[in-house]
């Protein structure tokens, strides 16, 4: 009873896994079924991916498979975002009826793959989705918006600061020693170095975002 127990217990877990880590579209041409999607899932923006690419056919069984060789002989490939388009170029997998194209995505959003030509004497004309570029957050660890959202607010408080300091200075409830106006002139230099050091880091902030 143990053993069966934990073996549906592995189960569950391998397909959990598969389903998430397998998120490829798949169409039909006649009698061949073409699967694409890309090799790193989340795709992210800027890191070197693959489209890859699984062509098959019925087996000589019912319920089997065969994985189709040279089918991008006859058969053009573009990878498509928005108005653009792009040829790419197909390398064989070693295991027969899987192939792969090596391709860095530079922009988040949704990518087309378009099929053009024929596979064995059947013509196919498709365009297959793949899984959306997301942007490098997904793999950010610290999460950059937290750190600058913490940066943004630690330069509001002083210039909060700051502006209460003049505003004490000006009303007269923040006094100077009564040895001159040189007291005031340097509390009036201070606060104006302080308020140079905040541009500053204002500055860096916009700089490294």
């Known amino acids: 009873m143990k053993v069966v127990i934990f073996g549906l217990i592995a189960l569950l877990i391998s397909f959990g896994m598969a389903t998430q880590s397998y998120a490829h579209t798949t169409v039909e041409v006649e009698k061949y079924k073409i699967e694409a999607g890309w090799s790193i899932e989340p795709p992210v923006v800027g890191i070197r991916n693959s489209v890859v690419f699984k062509i098959i056919e019925p087996g000589e069984r019912e319920g089997t498979y065969t994985g189709i060789t040279s089918a991008f002989q006859n058969l053009e490939s573009n990878i498509m ?3 653009a388009s792009k040829s790419i170029e197909i390398n064989s997998d070693p295991k027969p ?7 860095i995505p530079t ?4 990518y087309l793959v378009d099929l053009q030509g024929e596979i064995r004497g059947v013509v196919v004309d498709v ?7 997301e942007s490098t957050s997904v793999l950010d660890f610290p999460p950059k ?17 700051l502006q209460q300091d003049v ?15 040189a007291a005031y002139d340097f509390a009036i230099f201070g606060l104006s170095i302080a308020a140079a050091a905040i541009i500053l880091a204002i500055i860096s902030l916009i700089k490294r975002k």
Not at 127 to 132: A, C, L, M, S, T
Not at 146 to 161: F, H, Q, R, T, W
Request: glycine share 16%; charged share 15%.
């Open 81 to 83: 975002y928005g108005g």
């Open 127 to 133: 365009q297959i989705p793949v899984e959306d570029v």
């Open 107 to 110: 922009k988040t959003g949704s």
């Open 145 to 161: 918006a937290s750190e600058g959202s913490a940066d943004v607010s630690a330069l509001k408080n002083a210039i909060s600061s």
């Open 97 to 103: 009826g899987y192939y792969f194209s090596p391709i």
């Open 167 to 181: 505003s004490k200075l000006k009303s007269g409830e923040t006094t100077t020693p009564s040895n001159g106006g």
